[in-house]
């Protein structure tokens, strides 16, 4: 019990010790007024990898120095993303990542290969994947690019979370080294954000 | 003792082997299901009441001993409960899912007569009626969780979900795996957070209410059988 206690101990202090990096907060309010009237389809970021593998991941930062594009009346960053020419294998999930107190209030849409709308995705649509607020498709035949932007509809509401896991370590003890084991419950209250993480996995279902 | 080692050393190398979990979403535009057939066994009889990081796993063989008793016994009293106020996980979970797919117009039947002792997606499906456009094969794990010692019992749910064509079983149109209050997750898994107001500090909570007991497994299944159909939207 001792043992444990003292492990207990060394958790927490350890787990207060590392947080020294300040935390982005939400940005809830975008008003840059130097955005183009459509996204920049040459600046693509590419989703094919050098070789192919079973996940590919991809991410990407949303700040203020993000392009922006201007969609209705109002501005948002937005990050472009190009489809893998060999896609007919490929299932993406796409998604702003869960940060500790915001998340990217993604909005996601296919182009085709003219920069013209195919499909966008409803909220319905989306789940939380893995530390993603995110959809998950199979590209069809004429889509090229996936356009990631943030949806001012859903920035500024909370999403609030339990998370369960569980934390190994070890310590030295009465002469002898001491594994354990502590769970952990955990609940956060994180924001919906015109700024933060865009990721995306290819899932290439033919690698092993 | 052993034989527990051996299954742990077995899922760490399976885990470790396989290849990494690719759901399948379902196409709208691609597919035209209009009519589902559940297939039914979808839930085991007995509920987990699991303590994953418990004080017992920490200390040796003596102390796993010791632990696989106390899981035992709570889970033995957690069923015990639960059988008390007559709950029965897979009539709620069928009884959800026919609701919430009938909500997306689809036309949703039952098929009964089948077991799965290995709690697995059916080898083989019933052959196709003229009338069925699509199979839906779901097997759950529900109960309570509790991530180790001093942490609460919150209700959980594992369902792996898959929707196939009745015409040729071998194409598959849906394929997903939903966690409510997980701890294990892969990056195609959806995952649901758990209500907050189900929460047990320990066995002896679990057991003081068992009407909340069984209400908070059902919250948790009616979450997980309206995901499964949304993603049929």
Known sequence: MRAIAVAVSIGLVSGCATTTTPLDPPRLVYDRTDCAAAPDLMNAVSLTPRSERAYFYVSRAVDHATPCWTPDTQAAPYIVFEIPAAFADKTLIVGGGMEPHRIFAARIMTLDAEGAPVREFAAEDFFFRQGLYSVQFRPREWERYILVTSDRDLVGQTYSSIHIGVNSGATYAAGTYVSYNIGIDESADRVFSHTGTVSVIVQDGQVD | ?233
Do not use: W
């Open chain 2, 1 to 233: 003792v052993f034989k527990k080692a051996g299954l742990v050393a077995l899922a760490a190398c399976v885990s470790a082997c396989v290849s990494p979990y690719v759901a399948t979403p379902y196409d709208r535009e691609a597919h035209t299901v209009r009519s589902i057939v559940m297939i039914d066994d979808s839930a085991e009889d007995q509920g987990i009441a699991y303590e994953v990081a418990s004080l017992g796993s920490n200390f040796g063989l003596i102390g796993v001993l010791a632990d696989a008793t106390v899981q035992d016994t709570r889970k033995r009293a957690v069923n015990e409960a639960l059988d008390g106020v007559g709950f029965d996980a897979e009539a709620l979970l069928e009884r959800r899912l026919d609701s919430a797919l009938e909500g997306e117009a689809y036309e949703v039947s039952v098929q009964s007569g089948f077991d799965r002792p290995k709690r697995d997606f059916l080898v083989s499906y019933p052959t196709a009626d003229g009338n069925t456009d699509a199979y839906l094969d779901v097997v759950v794990v529900y109960g309570y969780l509790s991530a180790g010692m001093l942490q609460p019992f919150r209700p959980h749910v594992t369902a792996r979900v898959r929707l196939v064509s009745a015409a040729d079983p071998s194409v598959i149109l849906m394929d997903n795996v939903v966690v409510y209050n997980g701890m294990a997750s892969e990056p195609g898994y959806i995952v649901l957070t758990p209500n907050p107001d189900y929460a047990f500090k320990d066995r002896a909570a679990l057991l003081a209410e068992p009407d909340r007991l069984a209400a908070g497994i059902e919250e948790a299944l009616n979450d997980v059988a309206d995901t499964i159909a949304r993603l049929l939207q």
